[in-house]
């Protein structure tokens, strides 16, 4: 019985809209940006904000999140990306840093000071030392 | 060869062996304890250098996931533990007793590859930071061999804690040696931490590498020169006893076998070098005996397939080729022999020829009979051939008589040599026909002159005898004519008496005295002739005797007349030579069935050296004594030509002058 309900309410959580949240370590002071300069940012092409250098962080590969991110966000295909990171790779560019989960992403942004990363907008609490300064949705 | 044999075997035999027991009991222990420790030194090299391999690899690895991105994680205190995952597998990969820790800036736990959680300071807090006060990446912390690096944040390049690899040194114990006879230990000469198998008491170990050996090991050590491990040692101790172990059983076994194989050695030396000989013993004999017997048609059997039976066959083969050889030449010797004695009988008809024509045609004859060859013919002139040249007595030059002629070009050297010789064997043939025939001319011619003459000069002389003989008996002579008559009478009778004389032996010479036998009664005859000439020696006061008792025959075929003057010349000589004493006659009958009338008397003797000459036509002794008897000289000569002629002979025998002399007349019955 418990696991019928708990495959009703992961059923319910698939046919929901996931929402999913931008989130920035506190003392960034960086608000309302937009999708194309959050891009930027995750693209490597936009560095610093004033003297802070901006640390991109994704999440896994097979993340939803991260799915969802470059679909919605970067609006570029996985094969776009692989090809686009290949030559900045011969560039001196890397991609962004990989977390596993939303609590280390969490984690992470909270005590870099230029990081940023997204999560499920499920699992972020409002405690943490981050803020959230943008949303998206499938 | 046996004992030279025996000797080689023996050398071959015991030499290497003797070396090889000498070896082994004075230098094979030091040989191979050296070789023992080379080859270790290579070993523990190995082993060393397999460790340090260990080791770097170990920093390395170290190096390499310090420097991966996932190190980022230690900023959220490794909460996926995705660090600690990597750690743990490499600790599985790395298959050896460690553990990887990273550890934050304030020496907290960060993660590790341990199974349980560490939590709190790390516990080789002061080590460590001893460590990096000293800028040193690694230390050593018990068993532990402890490299450590820094972590730096990918993103920013701030720092992030160390990471630190705890690598036990026992892990390197499984790289020493180990065995019944041997063992190996690293070992840290401070510390005297020992890793590996360890029974030894303390050890001096100086220096880079060396080795020691006591009473019972042999011990190889040498240092690492990682820095990691400054003032280790490695060790390897090999049991002495069980690494020599087989040395000495070698040598023992050696020992034990020494007379063994002496008498083995020896023993099969002389049983081998007999076998070899044998059959060349037995070979040697076979052709000895064949030698001794010159039985070349025997062959030698040896029970022997080797070099031996070669040589045998090959002997054998040798004999066979002799055999045939000698056979060959046996039945050439026989065959020249044939020719030999087919050539002198050939040189001997040749000799018996008579005329120049006949010898010719039994030439050609015997040749063509000797040779089997097509014809030979002869030509009476000078051309192609065998010449027969012959010598021209009177021009003293050589003529060509002719030329053989044969009915063949080609003629071997022999050949020709053969038909050359035998033209001159005709050559000299005919010059002995052509001179035998000129000789007898000439005698003939000489004969008959001297029977022609005598016969014309005794017609005179007889009428000069009957005339004297008449005028002897006219009475009115004075007796100064008489002798002067008496002396021409004289010589006319000597010079008659030497001329019949003459004409005698002419006749003998010229073969014209002819014989008429009949059946004489010697006695009567030689009795006749005795009293005939007895007065002869009664007026020298000579004694006759006759002695005929051993005269076994009363009659024998001869020719009465001849035989007469023989006996009357011989005796007349005796009487004539002999001064004083006698004369002895004695006829006897020989075992020879010959007649044999001997007549010796005491007189004047001869000289045994001038007995020949007697025989000679006209010769008389030039002797002072024999010098005052009057004679012809014709009459010992013609009395022995006329005793050839009866098929008898007459000799003379004396010993010398004084000693009075024999004759004896012997003839056929």
């Known amino acids: 019985m418990k696991r019928f309900f708990l495959f009703l309410s992961f059923s319910a959580l698939l046919l929901q809209a996931d929402s999913y949240v931008l989130i920035a370590n506190k003392d960034l002071k960086l608000t309302n940006i937009s999708r194309l300069y959050l891009k930027q940012i995750y693209l490597k092409k936009h560095r610093y904000f004033r003297d802070v250098k901006l640390i991109p962080v994704n999440l896994d590969v097979q993340d939803a999140a991260r799915k969802s991110f470059e679909k919605e966000i970067l609006k570029m295909s996985r094969n776009r990306l692989r090809e686009f990171w290949i030559m900045q790779h011969y560039e001196g560019v890397r991609p962004p840093l990989v977390m596993h989960s939303s609590k280390s992403m969490i984690k992470f942004v909270a005590k870099i000071k230029g990081a940023l990363g997204y999560i499920p907008e499920k699992n972020f609490s409002s405690q943490e030392n981050v803020k959230i300064i943008y949303r998206w949705s499938d | 060869m046996q004992k030279k044999l025996l000797t080689a075997f023996l050398i071959v035999g015991l030499v290497p062996f003797a070396i090889v027991y000498l070896y082994l009991i004075f230098y094979a222990h030091d040989k191979i304890t050296q070789n023992i420790l080379s080859r270790e030194f290579e070993n523990i090299q190995s082993v060393i250098s397999t460790a340090q391999n260990r080791l770097l690899r170990a920093d390395k690895e170290l190096q390499f996931l310090s420097k991966l991105d996932v190190v980022d994680d230690v900023v959220v205190g490794d909460i996926d533990e995705r660090l600690a995952r990597l750690l743990l597998q490499k600790k599985k990969d790395m298959h050896a007793q460690l553990e990887f820790v990273v550890i934050d800036p304030s020496f907290n736990y960060v993660t590790s590859s341990a199974e349980h959680n560490l939590q709190g300071r790390y516990k080789y807090l002061h080590a460590l930071q001893a460590a990096v006060k000293k800028k040193q990446n690694f230390f050593m912390q018990g068993h532990n061999l402890i490299f450590y690096t820094k972590l730096y944040a990918s993103f920013n390049h701030k720092f992030l804690g160390y990471m630190l690899l705890e690598y036990n040194l026992n892990n390197l114990a499984n790289l020493t040696a180990k065995g019944k006879n041997i063992y190996g230990y690293f070992l840290n000469e401070k510390s005297h931490y020992i890793v590996g198998e360890h029974k030894q008491s303390h050890l001096l170990l100086q220096g880079r590498e060396g080795s020691l050996i006591t009473k019972k090991n042999l011990i190889v050590y040498k240092r690492l020169h990682s820095h990691f491990l400054k003032g280790w040692y490695y060790v390897n101790v090999i049991k002495k006893e069980k690494a020599l172990d087989f040395l000495y059983d070698f040598i023992n076994f050696m020992s034990l076998m020494l007379p063994i194989a002496v008498l083995l050695i020896v023993l099969v030396s002389f049983v081998s070098a007999k076998k070899i000989i044998r059959p060349l013993q037995k070979l040697t004999e076979s052709v000895l005996d064949i030698t001794h017997k010159k039985d070349y048609k025997h062959s030698i059997h040896l029970d022997v397939k080797d070099e031996i039976a070669k040589l045998s066959d090959a002997f054998n083969e040798l004999l066979a080729t002799t055999d045939t050889a000698l056979e060959k030449l046996e039945t050439e010797n026989k065959l020249r022999l044939k020719r030999f004695i087919e050539l002198i009988s050939i040189f001997n008809a040749i000799i018996q020829t008579k005329s120049e024509t006949e010898c010719i045609e039994l030439s050609i004859e015997k040749i063509q009979d000797l ?247 006209f010769a008389q002794l030039d002797h002072k004594i024999q010098k005052k008897y009057k004679g012809t000289g014709l009459g010992l000569s013609l009395s022995k030509k006329l005793a050839k002629l009866l098929q008898g002979d007459l000799l003379i025998q004396s010993e010398g002058i004084e000693k009075g002399s024999r004759a004896i007349l012997i003839l056929p019955i």
């Open chain 2, 371 to 617: 040779t089997d060859d097509k014809p030979i013919y002869f030509e009476k002139k000078k051309s192609e051939g065998a010449q027969i040249y012959v010598t021209n007595f009177e021009k003293n030059t050589k003529e060509c008589y002719g030329t053989l002629l044969f009915d063949k070009e080609d003629f071997s050297e022999n050949e020709l040599r053969f038909y050359t010789s035998i033209a001159t064997m005709i050559s000299l043939q005919l010059e002995r026909i052509r001179l035998i025939n000129a000789t007898t001319q000439a005698s003939r011619a000489k004969s008959a002159f001297i029977s022609n003459m005598s016969h014309e000069l005794r017609t005179p002389l007889n009428a000069i005898i009957g005339f004297t003989q008449y005028l002897i008996t006219y009475e009115k002579l004075k007796q100064e004519q008489m002798e002067i008559i008496g002396n021409i009478e004289n010589s006319a009778s000597y010079l008659l008496e030497m001329i019949n004389g003459i004409l005698d032996i002419a006749k003998i010479e010229a073969g014209k005295m002819e014989l008429h036998y009949e059946t004489v009664d010697i006695k009567e005859l030689l009795f006749n002739v005795v009293s005939m000439l007895t007065p002869l020696a009664e007026q020298k006061n000579l004694t006759i005797s006759l002695d005929m008792q051993r005269c076994k025959e009363e009659s024998i075929f001869t020719d009465p007349y001849f035989v007469k003057q023989i006996i009357i010349n011989l005796l007349s000589n005796a009487i004539k030579f002999t001064e004083k004493g006698g004369v002895e006659i004695r006829l006897e009958t020989l075992d020879t069935k010959e007649l044999q009338l001997s007549i010796s008397d005491t007189g004047i003797g001869i000289e045994a050296e001038d007995v020949e000459k007697l025989f000679q036509d």
